[in-house]
């Protein structure tokens, strides 16, 4: 039961980390995105704070403590997309999409553990995994519009 926690909490930093980092792409971004990307950052914003509420509720049904930051990988999100930022437009789309992909990948890890309670299983196949593979996807169609 204590691995579930240590588990979930893990998957719980990496989307503080997503927020922590899309917050940075809004305040970055917001004069000079175009109104399509803009609503796509928020709703991924919006997305990633949902995920970070349905986790926490899972770490306190089985009766764990949530984390409550986002840990090295948060500080390591962090100035790599300050950097990104610097760079332009581009290169912090890109970013973003290296993190909705680590995302998706520590899911998809997460699933191979067969011990995985059942909620947090669907929770993760039906919800979770399936917006992280959404997110993927328009920040591709993004990084491609701001290309041509």
């Known amino acids: 039961m204590m691995y579930h926690i240590q588990s979930i909490n893990s998957l719980l ?19 000079q995105t175009a109104l399509g990307e803009m609503d796509f950052l928020m709703s991924t914003f ?25 840990g090295t990988w948060g500080t390591l999100a962090k100035i790599v ?7 332009g ?33 669907s929770l993760i196949e039906n919800k979770l995994l399936p917006a992280q593979q959404r997110h993927m996807r328009t920040l591709d169609q993004l990084v491609n519009a701001v290309m041509a």
């Open 13 to 31: 930093q990496n989307e503080l980390s997503a927020i922590e980092t899309y917050q940075q792409a809004l305040d970055k971004f917001r004069k």
């Open 81 to 87: 997309m300050a950097s990104a930022n610097c760079m």
């Open 46 to 70: 919006e997305d990633h704070k949902a995920a970070v509420f349905s986790l926490r509720g899972k770490i306190q049904q089985l009766g764990g403590t949530s984390a409550q930051d986002s």
């Open 89 to 121: 437009k581009q290169t912090a789309l890109k970013v973003l999409r290296e993190g909705e992909l680590t995302g998706s990948e520590e899911y998809e890890k997460a699933l191979l553990d067969h011990e995985l309670p059942s909620d947090i299983r």
